[in-house]
């Protein structure tokens, strides 16, 4: 895992020949050759129903139907059995989730009504974007409005006439099939693939068999590409893992439907999927956010592990670059390892060695909660914005800005920091040391991060230590460099500084103790953060540990955090 060079200018030549590919692809899918040379797959009618197993609300199925769309943060009130297509979003992310059809398993949720107005806003949407838009036919919106269409194509097909249902059904197979074929890269090769094998199986005829087969095969090699060989998905990110689990189930139910065993590549995905899931799940139910995923919702988490068979087997200590730490009441998930790098990137955050940590089951030290679908800025994706440590003003790669992020998406940069990882456990104990030279390339020092786990008391002991790269020659360098060391806090936390200066009581809503953070940093304080919950920033607090490095010799902090049900130690013994 060592460094990659790119040279400067390297991005904006990429995204400059990815933008050319992108518009020639465009201006043919767009033409009324193609859709004359390939047409769409003949379509005799619907096929079988796939089940989404993602929870729905049907009270966002209730606001659709008085006229308010709230999608992604902003709403576009249009009145009941109002038109959403013919006017303008109040932004481009909320245009994107429009066009996507998240919206649609809600409003069939609301029951009847709902099911009539899915049908009407599908024959709208066909009325003006069914021939082709570069934006509603792009495969960011394409691939999830192929899945969510087919899922829904037979419930609102019940009342539609035979003339509308063939109009839905011919576009379904036509979307799915220009989805395989605009291609988009790797990053999303297996989920563009698993929504056209969806579509393909929520249709009957010769045309979409042969669709399916076709798919099914670019799934088999997108899923060697997209599966990491630690477990797990290959951006990291805990959410993405969860969510093409949601779509790898959905087509495993489809294609029982159809009396068709799934691929082998795909049982086998969704077994390694499902236990990186499994491993990735805090002890509060919710979803460790890392890498660009959100807390996803315990209940969202539970779907997808409801016909979970592991019961109580032992959770390994380590999947897809992540730690676990379990004590008594104590649990601790640390990032160890790099981000993932280019397009896998897009949502990938420069955070290396943050960490997570939940006491008795509520949420404690937040790992990173900033969301790729969420209201966060790009400037939650770097150190500063995790738990973790910093050097000088470095806070690790910011993602790509300007016309490279447009066309490539805010990807990281090119560099790749180098992580080691050491692991031990004995009875009563686990040691964990981890090394990163990420955010302090230039300055001559790694960070160092060590966590000592005393499982019966569940008391951590940690230290965060700057260490030189190199044997210093010559003359020592002097230099004093400022470092800070973040510990974000759950938005339902709050903190308190005690009288000494050096310890910092934390108390989760409902816990009458806390927890003490002990520290022997030169400067401890409390400042204002934020935290992405179920959609939403929440403001919160970090603790923040300040303190000088010297260039030529490092230097550390020691931390540690105990209950403080526990006996309090002198101060002199504190970490």
């Known amino acids: 895992m060592g460094l990659r060079f790119r040279p400067p200018g390297a991005a904006l030549a990429l995204a400059a020949g990815a933008w050319t590919s992108r518009r020639l692809k465009e201006e043919w899918h767009a033409s009324p050759l193609y859709r004359w040379t390939v047409g769409a797959p003949k379509v005799e009618g619907l096929g079988v129903q796939p089940r989404d197993l993602r929870p729905v609300d049907p009270q966002n199925g209730k606001r659709i139907l008085a006229g308010a769309f709230v999608l992604a943060g902003s709403t576009l009130a249009v009145g009941p059995r109002g038109d959403p297509w013919d006017r303008p979003s109040p932004d481009r992310r909320f245009a994107v989730a429009l066009h996507r059809f998240g919206w649609m398993p809600d409003l069939l949720a609301a029951g009847g009504e709902g099911v009539t107005e899915g049908l009407r806003l599908t024959l709208d949407w066909l009325r003006i974007f069914g021939i082709w838009n570069s934006f509603a036919w792009d495969p960011e919106v394409l691939e999830r409005r192929v899945f969510n269409l087919a899922c829904a194509a037979r419930t609102i097909c019940a009342g539609a006439s035979d003339a509308e249902t063939a109009r839905i059904a011919g576009s379904l197979a036509r979307q799915a099939r220009t989805l395989l074929d605009l291609g988009g890269g790797p990053a999303r090769a297996a989920e563009r ?16 068999a042969r669709l399916l087969g076709q798919a099914l095969a670019k799934l088999e090699r997108g899923l060697e590409r997209t599966l990491s060989p630690h477990g797990g998905h290959a951006t990291r990110s805990p959410q993405a893992a969860l969510e093409l689990l949601f779509d790898l189930l959905t087509l495993d139910e489809a294609l029982t439907q159809m009396g068709r065993p799934p691929p082998e590549g795909v049982s086998r995905a969704i077994d390694r999927l499902a236990e990186a899931v499994r491993f990735l799940t805090l002890a509060d139910g919710r979803l460790a956010a890392f890498q660009g995923g959100e807390a996803v919702a315990g209940a969202y988490v539970a779907a997808a592990r409801a016909g979970e068979t592991a019961g109580e087997r032992p959770l390994p200590p380590t999947c897809n670059g992540y730690h676990r730490l379990e004590g008594r009441g104590l649990q601790i998930l640390i990032d160890a390892a790099p981000p993932a790098e280019g397009p896998w990137s897009v949502a990938a ?12 089951g509520k949420p404690l030290i937040v790992g990173s909660g900033w969301s790729p679908d969420g209201p966060g800025p790009q400037a939650l994706r770097v150190a500063d914005a995790a738990s973790t440590a910093a050097l000088g003003d470095q806070t690790g790669d910011a993602p790509l800005r300007g016309f490279p992020a447009t066309v490539l998406g805010p990807r990281l940069p090119g560099r790749r920091p180098a992580v080691a990882v050491e692991r031990r456990e004995a009875p009563g104990a686990i040691w964990l040391e981890t090394a990163c030279d990420g955010g302090a390339h230039g300055l001559g020092l790694r960070h160092e991060r060590r966590l000592y786990l005393e499982t019966a008391t ?76 179920d959609g939403e920033l929440r403001r919160s607090q970090q603790i923040v540990l300040r303190g000088q490095a010297r260039a030529g010799a490092g230097a550390r902090v020691r931390w540690k955090l105990s209950s403080a049900a526990a006996p309090v130690d002198p101060p002199k013994q504190q970490a």
Request: hydrophobic share 40%.
């Open 458 to 533: 569940d008391e951590l002991r940690g230290e965060d230590r700057f260490s030189p790269i190199q044997e210093p020659k010559g003359e020592p360098d002097r230099r004093f460099i400022p470092f800070t060391v973040r510990f974000h806090l759950h938005p339902e936390v709050s903190a308190l500084i005690a009288r000494d200066r050096k310890s910092v009581l934390l108390k989760p809503e409902g816990d009458d103790a806390g927890w003490w953070l002990r520290n022997d940093a030169l400067e401890v304080a409390l400042e204002p953060s934020v935290y992405c919950l």
């Open 349 to 360: 955050c420069a955070q290396p060695l943050a960490l997570t940590a939940l006491g008795h």
């Open 193 to 208: 693939a698993c929504a056209a094998a969806v579509a393909a199986c929520a249709l009957s005829g010769p045309g979409p």
